[in-house]
Structure formats: C-alpha cells, structure tokens
T-cell receptor
Framework: KQEVTQIPAALSVPEGENLVLNCSFTDSAIYNLQWFRQDPGKGLTSLLLIQSSQREQTSGRLNASLDKSSGRSTLYIAASQPGDSATYLCAPAGAGKSTFGDGTTLTVKP | DTEVTQTPKHLVMGMTNKKSLKCEQHMGHRAMYWYKQKAKKPPELMFVYSYEKLSINESVPSRFSPECPNSSLLNLHLHALQPEDSALYLC????????????FGPGTRLLVL
C-alpha cells in the first residue's frame, strides 16, 4: 500500500522568500506525481504533473522535481506571495489511482 | 474549459434520508472519481469509473452507491448515512492514461445529523 509523507506539516515565511516543500512515498511503481493546492473549504487545484520518466516540471514560480527511485519529490516556490498561502498536497499515481499526502500548510506573511 | 461542477454545494441530511450528489464535466474525460475528505485530512479515494464502468471501489460501505449514467455525469447516491460520514465529497475527472492530470470540482459539504 502506498504511503505518502509530506514535510513540513506547516510552514510560515515572510513574503519574498523561496521555499521547498517535500514529499516522500514508499512505492516507486508510479506513473506520475501531481502537486495540488487547496484553499480552506475548497476543491483542489492542480499545479504541476510530473510523469515518471521526467525529472522536473516548471510552471511560473513553481518547480517540481521527482526522483522516483528514491521515492521523493519536491515543490520549489520562488519569491513567495501572500496569495500562495494554502495547503499543498502531493499525490503519486499508480495502479489506476492517486494517494495523497497529509499536505503542507503554507502561510506567507506580508 | 477545465471545469468540474458539483451540486449541491452544501447538504444536510438525517440518517434515514436518501439524497444524491451530482458531478458533471464537459472536457471529454473518460475517467471520473469520488473522494471523501475529512477536516484537516487528505482526500481519500472512494470510487473510480473508467469508460462509464466502475473500475475501483475502495471497500466503501454500501450506503454509498455510485452511478455513471453517461461520460459527462457522475452521481453518488446516499442512503442511511451515519454522522461520521459528514465530510467534503470531491469529484474529479481526467483523461485515461498515465500522463493525465486530474481536475477537481469544488466539492459538496455534507452534514449528517
């Protein structure tokens, strides 16, 4: 059974800082890994999807990396803004389904 | 258009009621999903439909009954629920295949009294 761990559970930073969120998973037999953000009481918004054959994926200020063999992914956020405050979830996908980590709750202070 | 819609937004029901949640997408996706999310917890997969057929049931109690009447629509029928079933129910869709992104709806907030 896939187990997903996200570290840290919570993070508070001043505006403008660069930061890294970590995701580790136990079963490396995945075909992709997706990063989402979730605002309180809302649905999930897809940020990035990395296929198992890729090492990284970039979108704007976001960069996600994947090391499938070691079961790790990171999400790098550059020049953080208060609007980035949300919970960030990683979800490796395999065998037709995704498994979510508990998330990292990010607060960016003005 | 990358929108998944869910109705209703909020639902309050008694333990003897029968109600249904509805999810719709018009992106031509052939995979649709139901997730359950408790407060401060990650989403947990309940069901997956592929080409309108149930492909994954994560040992969900029979008081939850999914239905996929066509490729754009996914329902979740609720009957004789328990208070512990109160949660945010999320629907998602994707193309089939290993490269495909899941798109989520805003969810239905369910309260069982």
């Amino acid at each position: 059974k896939q187990e997903v761990t996200q570290i840290p559970a919570a993070l508070s930073v001043p505006e403008g800082e660069n930061l890294v969120l970590n995701c580790s998973f136990t079963d490396s037999a995945i075909y992709n890994l997706q990063w989402f953000r979730q605002d309180p009481g809302k649905g999930l918004t897809s940020l990035l999807l990395i296929q198992s054959s890729q090492r990284e994926q970039t979108s704007g200020r976001l960069n996600a990396s994947l090391d499938k063999s070691s079961g790790r992914s990171t999400l790098y956020i550059a020049a953080s803004q208060p609007g980035d405050s949300a919970t960030y979830l990683c979800a490796p996908a395999g065998a037709g389904k995704s498994t979510f980590g508990d998330g990292t709750t990010l607060t960016v202070k003005p | 258009d990358t929108e998944v819609t869910q109705t209703p937004k909020h639902l309050v029901m008694g333990m003897t009621n029968k109600k249904s949640l509805k999810c719709e997408q018009h992106m031509g996706h052939r995979a649709m999903y139901w997730y359950k999310q408790k407060a401060k917890k990650p989403p947990e997969l309940m069901f997956v439909y592929s080409y309108e057929k149930l492909s994954i049931n994560e040992s969900v109690p029979s008081r939850f009954s999914p239905e996929c009447p066509n490729s754009s629509l996914l329902n979740l029928h609720l009957h004789a629920l328990q208070p512990e079933d109160s949660a945010l129910y999320l629907c998602a869709s994707s193309q089939l295949g290993q490269k495909e992104t899941q798109y989520f709806g805003p969810g239905t907030r369910l309260l069982v009294l």
